[in-house]
């Protein structure tokens, strides 16, 4: 029998170890290579890079400071209604947020499910919409429904989402669901796939599927703005889908809608 190159199982295990260190760098590299792209569009110490729109003030006028930064975090109280809005244009990304619940609300909504959104492809004329924001695609941020779309337009051919949804809507909303029937709508909303069908316009409210964590802890949600889709995610879950959205491209409003809520990171990466 012809004895073995005793070289052979080294060489082998070195040629292992090679390519496990060369696929590490390639990830580390890759890592590296994204946290350089990463547009932080919160710097944690200011809100440099926006500016505020409030209904009944108009542009960058904040006197019951309704938006602020506090030890790392933008606050926002929602005494007042309007957003944050970058001064910027973004298309093709993928942005990730980080967010907590306060603890006080307001009048009209002081005592109905606290409320926020961030409101994605923004265009036009500051306040368009009912004279608080500028239309856009929503990804709404809700207790019982973080994650549902909503179409703020002026439901033109200009503003709309196609998504696959469930047979029955939902409350008079469409519901996503993957596999389901395609449909468009140019106004309203597709509600994300748990959304409770005994939801309640109420303080506090929780449905048996939420994936969204109670008041006072920490969420991440995630919008992957890509061409014409947006792919919504809450705590790594995939909840909605959009595609043929109209527009592609345009700022990124953080609401004010009259419940207090904190956002520590707001990343952007571009795609």
Known sequence: MKQKNPLFIPFFISIILL????????????SQSQEKQTIHLFNGEN????????????KNNDPNQVFTVEDGMIRITGEDWGSIITEEEYENYHLIAEFRWGGPTHEPRKNRARDCGLLLHSVGEDGAWS????????ANII??????????GDKSENFSITSPVAEE??????????DGQMETIHSGRINWWGRDPGWKDTLGFRGSQDIEHPVGEWNTIECIAH???????????IVNKAFDVKPQKGRIQIQSEAAEIFFRRVDLIPL
Request: aromatic content about 16%.
């Open 227 to 237: 061409a014409d889709s947006i792919i919504v995610l809450v705590n790594d879950q």
């Open 47 to 58: 809100l440099d890079g926006w500016y505020t729109y409030l209904k009944g003030y108009g």
């Open 169 to 178: 809507k939902q409350n008079g909303s469409w519901i996503y669901q993957h």
């Open 19 to 30: 390519s496990t260190f060369i696929g590490c760098q390639s990830s580390e590299d890759q």
């Open 143 to 152: 207790e019982g429904g973080t994650g549902d779309f909503i179409v703020v």
């Open 131 to 138: 004279e608080t924001w500028m239309y856009s695609i929503e």
